[in-house]
């Protein structure tokens, strides 16, 4: 262990980015969190529950464990749902813990053992830029709509290629590219407020009815609706894997892209919810925090 993360109090950690220590304290051992934790109901392994994550990174940052591809493994398995936060009585921020370890072990180069970092990588690259992903989801509906993908599944063609036929079950109806919402959509009735809508890099290529429905609601209600152009990701894959100064450099290119004046700022989709809201958090300064408070599921 470095003599410097141990003077500091760190344990395994490094100053830049560590878990809170209070965060890790918060934890009273309690359980309520088990039966809400996904991963803990199907595998059963305590280190693979709220409870267990929390324990190990809390042995990491006292100096009882180090950074190891096991702990690493354990930490991989999570789903990142959060639905441990909605019912732990000690408010434990278990979100922003998991995503400090996570950019912790990323730094480093800490890889769990049997996690798929290929599948990971490509996500990353790919999700996250609608610039790719728009002649991606383009092939993907032409697969649809000329039937190929329905003789792909008569015939098991995918039958020995367990991820491609996972992924393939789970591809939804792709629709028309008809476009998004408006540019702009003006208020009807009694004028509340501007908002911003934030159409997500997959959410306008797999459900754009979905923001062009929130449009609407949002002009019914008495906002005008602008839609941000440019808008790229809003870093919430890379948050979420640990690739913090991806995330930040995403952050502030998306805040750049909203105009300043806005009331608020609607995202429809929860994982880009999730990590707008702790943009303040992430990026350590007031604007961040302003932006923060303007958004809205």
Same mark, same amino acid.
């Given at each position: 262990?470095?003599?410097?993360?141990?003077?500091?109090?760190?344990?395994?950690?490094?100053?830049?980015?560590?878990?809170?220590?209070?965060?890790?304290?918060?934890?009273?051992?309690?359980?309520?969190?088990?039966?809400?934790?996904?991963?803990?109901?199907?595998?059963?392994?305590?280190?693979?529950?709220?409870?267990?994550?929390?324990?190990?990174? !809390?042995?990491?940052?006292?100096?009882?464990?180090?950074?190891?591809?096991?702990?690493? $493994?354990?930490?991989?398995?999570?789903?990142?749902?959060?639905?441990?936060?909605?019912?732990?009585?000690?408010?434990?921020?278990?979100?922003?813990?998991?995503?400090?370890?996570?950019?912790?072990?990323?730094?480093?180069?800490?890889?769990?053992?049997?996690?798929?970092?290929?599948?990971?990588? %490509?996500? @990353?690259?790919?999700?996250?830029?609608?610039?790719?992903?728009?002649?991606?989801?383009?092939?993907?509906?032409?697969?649809?709509?000329?039937?190929?993908?329905?003789?792909? $599944?008569? @015939?098991?063609?995918?039958?020995?290629?367990?991820?491609?036929?996972?992924?393939?079950?789970?591809?939804?109806?792709?629709?028309?590219?008809?476009?998004?919402?408006?540019?702009?959509?003006?208020?009807?009735?009694?004028?509340?407020?501007?908002?911003?809508?934030?159409?997500?890099?997959?959410?306008?290529?797999?459900?754009?009815?979905?923001?062009?429905?929130?449009? $609407?609601? %949002?002009?019914?209600?008495?906002?005008?609706?602008?839609?941000?152009?440019?808008?790229?990701?809003?870093?919430?894959?890379?948050?979420?894997?640990?690739?913090?100064?991806?995330?930040?450099?995403?952050?502030?290119?998306?805040?750049?892209?909203?105009?300043?004046?806005?009331?608020?700022?609607?995202?429809?989709?929860?994982?880009?919810?999730?990590?707008?809201?702790?943009?303040?958090?992430?990026?350590?300064?007031?604007?961040?925090?302003?932006?923060?408070?303007?958004? !809205?599921?």
């Amino acid at each position: 262990m470095s003599p410097d993360r141990d003077a500091a109090g760190l344990g395994a950690f490094d100053v830049e980015d560590a878990p809170s220590m209070d965060g890790l304290r918060a934890c009273v051992h309690c359980g309520i969190c088990l039966p809400q934790c996904p991963t803990y109901r199907v595998l059963g392994e305590e280190m693979d529950s709220p409870r267990g994550r929390v324990y190990l990174m !809390r042995a990491a940052a006292e100096g009882r464990a180090e950074l190891t591809p096991a702990l690493a $493994r354990h930490l991989d398995l999570c789903l990142g749902c959060r639905a441990c936060e909605t019912a732990c009585p000690s408010g434990v921020p278990f979100g922003r813990l998991l995503e400090a370890t996570r950019g912790q072990l990323e730094r480093r180069d800490v890889r769990g053992p049997g996690t798929d970092h290929a599948t990971l990588g %490509l996500a @990353l690259q790919l999700f996250a830029f609608p610039t790719r992903l728009a002649p991606f989801a383009h092939l993907l509906r032409l697969y649809q709509s000329s039937g190929l993908q329905g003789v792909v $599944r008569s @015939l098991g063609l995918l039958s020995p290629f367990e991820k491609l036929r996972t992924m393939d079950a789970l591809l939804p109806r792709l629709p028309a590219a008809n476009g998004g919402p408006p540019e702009l959509l003006p208020a009807r009735g009694k004028r509340r407020g501007r908002a911003g809508l934030l159409i997500g890099c997959v959410q306008r290529f797999f459900y754009p009815e979905v923001n062009r429905d929130t449009a $609407r609601l %949002l002009s019914a209600a008495g906002y005008d609706v602008l839609v941000p152009r440019g808008q790229q990701c809003c870093g919430a894959l890379h948050l979420h894997a640990g690739r913090l100064a991806e995330f930040r450099r995403m952050a502030r290119r998306l805040m750049a892209a909203c105009d300043g004046e806005l009331d608020v700022i609607v995202s429809n989709a929860a994982g880009c919810g999730s990590a707008l809201k702790e943009y303040g958090h992430w990026l350590h300064d007031g604007d961040a925090e302003a932006f923060s408070n303007k958004v !809205r599921d």
